[in-house]
């Protein structure tokens, strides 16, 4: 992904200083590209057309390979219930998903609230005598969970954005008044927080978002007959 975010860049940044806009998107990207390559009568220097070529190639092989992997995953995600019922997580995809399973192993061991600690969403605290203190998150964990999760909370909300006040669920209305308060990005953390609960919750009661709590069955005795008085 960062390799084909580097070529992305390399071809988008001298474009833009020629004043040629390329489509968002990186699977938009090749086409418009190769297109003005084989133009001779196009904007672009002759020294710039040999490296923005081998560019564009690179990142249709990339394409090629980032498919390939997602297919397998999903068959891989297809096998596992817990990847399923993850999936149904606002800003929680296949590869936040299966990234989860494989890295976390059992969300069993964890009790409440110390998943999104372990995952370093939690902010740091510093406090002393009858004054607490927090700070930044603290970043412990692994860092690529950390950046899938913050990065679903960006696009959960840009959703909420795109979405009407009265179809917006209680998740993206809170994320939205939480950007108003505190600014875009620490919003996107602590929604990010709230999804690594979200996980931890839907991992551990095995039900996806938003399904209501199982109701537990009680066992009734039946009633006592009286016993016979036959002979």
Known sequence: MATRAARLNTVRGPLRELGLGIPLGSRQVVP????????TESKLPDALRPVLAEAAREIGELETRIRQVEHTLETLARESPVVTRLRTIPGVGLLTATALVAFVGDAQRFPSGH???YLGLTPRESSSG?????G??????????????IHGARSVLLHAKRTSEGQRDRLRAWALGRERLRG???AAVALANKLARIAWAVWRHDRPFGAPPRKETTWNPPPATAPSTRP
Do not use: E, T
């Not at 009858?130 to 927090?134: E, I």
């Not at 930044?136 to 999760?149: A, T």
């Open 184 to 186: 875009h990005n620490k």
């Open 130 to 134: 009858l004054r607490r203190r927090l």
């Open 136 to 149: 930044g998150i603290s970043k412990c964990g692994d860092p690529y969970l950390r950046m899938l999760l």
């Open 115 to 117: 998943f999104a600690s």
């Open 32 to 39: 418009p590209v190769w297109a003005l390559v084989s133009d």
